[in-house]
């Protein structure tokens, strides 16, 4: 059996409403209601955007209140200083295959070498503006800790020596 509706809510917000208009010496908004059988008037439609050009003085003004308080920026930065730490790591003979070889590897493609997938992601993802100034800056800074790596260990990320300088080059404009 069903129950019978109660309208005692409803009868309160119109009465509130129209108390509201009463109030601003406005009509009664309810009573500007078009009848029951009624079609509703079409209204026209705004097309809305999700992109919008960046505002860079502002974002700019911005990026060191957001670099100081972004947790994520700085989960960032840690996550590429994991990369190169787990680089620099040496493994020992015939453990490269293995286990540790495995998430050595893991660790440096994802954290570090550029461009850095993971790192980038969460700078940008969690920022709450300017998250193209945080790619970059995470951008560059990956870039110089890849080139360091390059410099101080070039055969820890794969690279033989005679491909250095057009894996330099392509980090670079990869940037």
Do not use: C
Request: no cysteine; proline share 9%; aromatic share 6%.
């Amino acid at each position: 059996m069903a129950r019978a509706k109660h309208t005692s809510r409803a009868e309160a917000r119109r009465r509130h409403r129209a108390a509201q208009a009463a109030a601003l010496g406005q009509p009664d908004p309810d009573e500007a209601l078009e009848p029951a059988g009624a079609l509703p008037a079409e209204e026209p439609r705004r097309r809305t955007s999700f992109f919008r050009p960046p505002d860079v003085r502002t974002d700019l003004a911005a990026l060191p209140g957001i670099v100081r308080s972004q947790r994520s920026f700085w989960l960032a930065m840690g996550l590429m200083l994991v990369g190169f730490g787990a680089a620099l790591v040496p493994l020992p003979a015939g453990q490269e295959q293995g286990a540790g070889g495995f998430v050595r590897n893991l660790l440096v493609q994802l954290f570090l070498l550029p461009q850095a997938l993971v790192p980038v992601f969460i700078a940008g993802f969690f920022a709450p503006r300017a998250a193209w100034l945080l790619g970059l800056l995470v951008g560059l800074a990956n870039s110089a800790l890849a080139l360091l790596l390059l410099a101080v260990q070039p055969l820890a990320v794969g690279i033989p020596g005679t491909e250095l300088a057009s894996t330099v080059i392509s980090y670079l404009v990869l940037t």
